[in-house]
DNA sequence: TCCATTAGTTCTACATTGCAGTAGTAATGT
DNA sequence: ACATTACTACTGCAATGTAGAACTAATGGA
């Protein structure tokens, strides 16, 4: 199954869509998980999904910014958004009847 | 962070409350994850969350059972539920808005 | 023109978790 | 006594998670 952080990361390629980029999913993640996500975890990880099918990646174009690189754009296949989705069912199944999620999962059927 | 199967662990073990031991710990995974949960996985498990004060366990009476032999009894910890709770909430946080949660995540605040 | 600065990625190494199976132990029932 | 059964312990390896230093190419000002 998907790991922990390889969910954060193909959930959050998929809210940026069109932009999502390397840098631009680690701020993601960063703001929406509230810790810190090395840059080693992230590129290790988007090679990693990428071997197994659930993202694919290509090289953009260089920003007209100042340091403005060629980005490695980032879009989720739907072998990914199948893998994404199975992982939340799971946890939501899961997660039905604890106490710390009372109000919410056990809304699932 | 958790793991995964931690959490899948943790989350069956509170939902059995006094009846939560090592094979029937395995048998509720099984169940709910609809997936093999081998022995291995499951005890080294319960050693690593241990070790972590997330839960603790002793050995209880053996059932009056054929072939009952003594049960090793888990309950999850104050500490761990904390770590389970923390768990779910990131995960509803990163799952909101996503196209596989529709319904369900997006009521979280 | 040259260089400091900056956004972004690549590479390398290691720690933690996940997974699988075999072996071992103590009780039951015949 | 012995086959059977419910369970746990142990060992080894695969997959994921984490960290940060090094590298690259473009910008903009002196």
Redesign the pocket.
Known sequence: ??????YLLITTAARLGENA????I?EGIEEIAQR?C????????IE?LEG?GLITTW?GE???????????MVRVTGKGTRAAKEFYEVMMRVSRGASWAVGRAEKLS
């Open positions: 199954m998907l790991g922990e952080f390889e980029y390397g840098a631009a680690r810190k090395s840059i080693g975890a992230l590129y290790t990880t990693r197994k090289m260089a920003t007209a910014e100042r340091g403005g690189r060629a980005k490695r």
